[in-house]
């Protein structure tokens, strides 16, 4: 069974990093495609980073963010900087591998505020 798993989140003040986790525990191979999401309390999940199983990234714009992955450990990363306050939320990871089923992690919450 496909298990993902969150860390790094955390308490940060306003310009701060966060460097998040996600470790893929089952048969997660690199024929996945691994996503970072935010979900802020009353709305939708919105993408915020990807990384294809072939290692192309895509931040959608924001310079502040870096997606990363070690195949090797089964293990994407999502590098925040320079955080403000609607940057908080749940973070969730995803995988997903062509148009099979998805996975996801449990989340791990962010917080940005002085």
């Known amino acids: 069974q496909v298990k993902l798993l969150e860390s790094g989140g955390g308490l940060v003040q306003p310009g701060g990093s966060l460097k998040l986790s996600c470790v893929a525990f089952?048969?997660?191979?690199?024929?996945?495609?691994m996503s970072w999401y935010r979900q802020v309390q009353g709305k939708e999940r919105d993408l915020i980073a990807r990384?294809?199983?072939?290692?192309d990234a895509n931040t959608y714009g924001d310079s502040r963010f870096t997606i990363s992955r070690d195949y090797a450990k089964n293990t994407g990363f999502l590098q925040m900087t320079n955080l403000n306050p609607e940057d908080s939320g749940v973070y969730y990871c995803?995988?997903?591998?062509?148009?099979?089923?998805?996975?996801w992690g449990q989340g791990t919450q962010v917080t940005v505020s002085s």
């Open positions: 995803h995988a997903r591998k062509g148009f099979e089923t998805p996975y």
């Open positions: 089952g048969f997660v191979d690199s024929d996945y495609a």
């Open positions: 990384i294809s199983s072939r290692g």
